[in-house]
């Protein structure tokens, strides 16, 4: 049985047994030595130190677990072989052979060459080229075709900066261990000297006479200042889309956090508007999951944009993490996923219709008067008006709660028949035949004849559990010749004329007798000392037909016909 000691490594704890933490010491002390006189020691342990506790978490598979002399020989291994440096013999007795770390580039951002993020740089390091061949292909997306600017932002928020030393030498394709390591921060001093020795060069050997004309005229060539000029205007223009993105990502992740605490709550307290949306969803999937839904595949990239503006305006800005990308990556593909199914379901549900008719026999005949009037329930609502494809929700007398529909229309045909007829056809739709069927059979539709007075009820009303269908009612009337007709002016928007329909009741005929002909009527009451003015608009998707006091007009999608006082014009719309 070992002890264990707890040690701090570059910001992070380990569990590290007595033996191994013995040689691991030793290894350290004796790298320490090594470096006594090198330029940027400090910066050099700092960074093998770093890259030693990246090699111990990468062997770890439980934070728990203890760093046992196995993990030690191993990472001293990878780092480099004793004989490198100036330590002691007897420490690497039994040490194995050095194990080359792989050389495979690692794709970062290069923020120390950056113009922007860093991004053409780094990919530069990974494939080997120089980076203004990728600079010059980003322009070509951006102003060509469009899709630069999103690939580079996708970029931007997947790429890790290189921050630390290992992560610059895995950016060139450099073995991570301790001789590069050191060259690398030797290299950086180097630069910082060499960059010393020659200002101080051109200083002592400097003109001084002649040094304040010559700084302002060549020490920065036109070239250079206008590149200076441009980079600052594109870092503006970033900053300030970085603001926008901010604004619009929170708005939205606002306004969908508040929209799902309300819909989402309100499924389990059922207020009276979410009625609505219950009798809507047909497919029975729980509102509040659809709202869950909704809120992770529109949440997510509004998330995306609001962190990408954040990593715009915050340098440095420290990752999510690849799991939490990975993690919210999942999130939205499963929503997304999961709402197209559900859309499919709720289209297939309204993917066939059907009706069902009842026709029966109205004790009228050629030598009776029959007004035909719309009636309504004020306990459901108190316009008489039809409404296409609405509904509302009401309760009846019992206290059940039931669909409201106006969508319905009646048709006037004329019969030789002696007696009149009505049949009425109940529509709806369902996720096929049968189902849509059984739904059209659900339809509560009512009429009365009283006297000689047709009253026709202005709406349909079906259970709350028949979901709203597109339920409708058609009514066909038909009247033997001879009859005398009299339409209530309540009836104007329930028997519009529909193309083939051949509906005999024209609009602008309510509240005049009208005698039933063949496939027609005759105006019994119409003035015949004045110009009784004609008002008829038939119309439909394709076509339409109007025909009024000035005269007829009628068109369609290839040609447009007008009759009036001028004459006859015939326009073709090809031209």
């Given at each position: ?198 200002a101080a060069e051109k200083i002592k ?326 110009n009784y003015k004609v008002n008829v ?39």
């Amino acid at each position: 049985m070992n002890k264990t000691v707890n040690i701090n490594l570059a910001g992070i704890f380990f569990h590290i047994d007595e033996d191994a933490y013995a040689k691991l010491q030793r290894y350290l002390e004796a790298i320490k030595r090594s470096f006594t006189n090198s330029q940027g020691r400090s910066e050099i342990i700092s960074d093998i130190e770093a890259r030693i506790a990246e090699l111990f978490t990468e062997r770890m598979k439980t934070e728990k677990q203890v760093i046992s002399i196995k993990e030690v020989e191993e990472v001293i291994a990878i780092m480099g072989q004793p004989e490198d440096y100036l330590v002691d013999e007897e420490i690497f007795e039994d040490e194995p052979k050095v194990k080359t770390s792989s050389s495979s580039r690692k794709l970062f951002r290069d923020t120390e060459n950056a113009y922007v993020g860093g991004v053409s740089s780094g990919l530069g390091h990974y494939f080997d080229i120089d980076p203004l061949w990728i600079r010059l292909a980003w322009v070509i997306l951006m102003f060509g075709f469009g899709t630069g600017f999103l690939i580079y932002i996708l970029l931007w928020i997947l790429m890790p900066a290189a921050q630390t030393t290992a992560d610059k030498l895995a950016m060139s394709g450099k073995p991570v261990n301790i001789t590069n390591i050191e060259q690398k921060v030797k290299e950086g001093f180097g630069n910082v000297k060499d960059s010393i020795e020659d200002a101080a060069e051109k200083i002592k050997n400097q003109d001084y006479s002649k040094a304040g004309n010559k700084i302002k005229s060549s020490s920065r060539s036109f070239f250079d200042a206008l590149g200076n000029i441009i980079m600052f205007f594109f870092k503006v223009i970033a900053k300030f889309i970085g603001v926008i993105l901010i604004i619009v990502g929170a708005s939205t992740l606002i306004a969908l956090f508040i929209s799902l605490f309300s819909v989402g709550t309100s499924s389990f307290f059922s207020p009276w508007w979410m009625d609505y949306a219950h009798v809507a969803n047909t497919t029975g999937m729980p509102i509040w999951l659809i709202s869950l839904l909704v809120f992770f595949a529109v949440g997510v990239p509004f998330f995306v944009i609001f962190y990408l503006g954040l990593k715009i305006l915050v340098n440095n800005l420290k990752s999510i993490g690849n799991i939490a990308k990975f993690t919210l990556l999942g999130l939205w593909l499963a929503s997304i996923l999961t709402l197209t199914v559900f859309g499919i379901r709720e289209a297939t549900e309204h993917a066939f219709d059907a009706s069902v008719t009842q026709k029966e026999e109205l004790y009228i005949t050629s030598k009776d008067t029959l007004t035909i009037k719309m009636v309504g329930n004020k306990n459901y609502d108190d316009n008489i008006r039809r409404r296409h494809r609405s509904f509302q929700l009401v309760y009846n007398d019992n206290g059940e709660k039931l669909i409201y529909s106006s969508d319905l229309k009646f048709i006037v045909r004329s019969t030789k028949d002696s007696l009149a007829s009505i049949s009425i056809e109940k529509n709806s739709e369902g996720r096929n035949y049968q189902n849509a069927k059984e739904g059209a059979e659900k339809i509560n539709y009512n009429y009365a004849l009283v006297g000689r007075e047709l009253q026709l009820d202005s709406y349909l009303t079906t259970d709350f559990k028949n979901k709203f269908r597109n339920q409708q009612v058609e009514i066909i009337i038909n009247l033997p010749e001879g009859t005398v007709l009299f339409a209530d002016d309540n009836t104007y928007s329930y028997h519009r004329n529909y193309r083939n329909s051949n509906d005999i009741l024209d609009n602008g005929m309510e509240e005049h007798y009208l005698k039933v002909i063949e496939d027609d009527v005759l105006c019994l009451d119409c003035p015949e000392d004045e110009n009784y003015k004609v008002n008829v608009d038939i119309h439909d998707d394709e076509s339409s037909l109007k025909i009024n006091e000035d005269g007829i007009i009628g068109e369609d999608q290839d040609v447009k016909v007008e009759i009036d006082s001028n004459g006859i014009s015939i326009e073709s719309k090809d031209n």
